[in-house]
Nanobody, 116 residues
Framework: QVQLVESGGGLVQPGGSLRLSCAAS????????MDWYRQTPGKQRELVAR??????VYGDFVKGRFTISEDSAKNTVHLQMNNLQTQDTAVYYC???????????WGQGTQVTVSS
């Protein structure tokens, strides 16, 4: 079992920045991947960024605005989001793939609202 606790969401104006954090109950280096997804009403969850043992992948819409990073000492993955736009408004979820069965674990989600 892996518990994931997100923090850092909130309200920000267009062009602003937020940093999301996801604290895992296991060493992130024992996971197969740590991701950030986002979801808006009526749409499927989409991948924002993935950290997989040092390999990083971003969704096409990120376009250099977001950065995923890891803090091994705190078993935490961060998502720094800059130049946020209204279309970035969503619930952001932390996700982990863990174990030899590649089991999925999700955090509770954190709301990010970009509005003037």
């Amino acid at each position: 079992q892996v518990q994931l606790v997100e923090s850092g969401g909130g309200l920000v104006q267009p062009g602003g920045s937020l940093r999301l954090s996801c604290a895992a109950s296991v060493s992130i280096h024992t996971t197969n991947a740590m991701d950030w997804y986002r979801q808006t009403p009526g749409k499927q969850r989409e991948l924002v960024a993935r950290w997989s043992r040092g390999v990083i992948v971003y969704g096409d819409f990120v376009k250099g605005r977001f950065t995923i990073s890891e803090d091994s000492a705190k078993n935490t993955v961060h998502l720094q989001m800059n130049n946020l736009q209204t279309q970035d408004t969503a619930v952001y979820y932390c996700h982990a793939i863990y174990g030899f069965r590649n089991s999925d674990y999700w955090g509770q989600g954190t709301q990010v609202t970009v509005s003037s």
